[in-house]
């Protein structure tokens, strides 16, 4: 293979071959991302991210807030309302499938 064929194939011994080590860009210069919101698209997915942890967190913390003064020794126990052992079978075969 010729230097130039070599080149042209743009492949090199290695990834730390100082022959075209430096010749690799991620983006071309001129490229150009389109946004229709005129937010760079990475910034407004973290945006969209961090709002939704703030709902989600916002509301484990008010409803805390909110059942933390209710006295629930009144109503019913676990035990009343649920069927123990057909909850664990049933647990148990959704498990092993």
């Known amino acids: 293979m010729t230097a130039a064929a070599h ?3 743009g492949s090199h011994d290695g990834p730390n071959s100082e022959e075209g080590a430096g010749d690799h860009n991620l983006e071309a210069p001129d490229h150009v991302e389109h946004e ?3 937010v760079e698209n ?3 997915a973290m945006w969209a991210f961090l709002s939704s ?11 805390y ?4 003064s ?4 009144q109503g019913p126990t676990p035990a009343q309302i649920y069927d123990i052992p ?3 079978v049933s647990s148990f075969v959704l498990l092993m499938s």
């Open 86 to 88: 057909f909850t664990s």
């Open 7 to 9: 080149d042209a194939a």
């Open 36 to 38: 229709s919101t005129g």
């Open 65 to 68: 807030l909110l059942y933390s």
């Open 42 to 44: 990475r910034k407004l």
């Open 53 to 63: 942890e703030f709902l989600f967190f916002g509301a484990l913390i008010t409803n």
């Open 70 to 73: 209710k006295d629930f020794a």
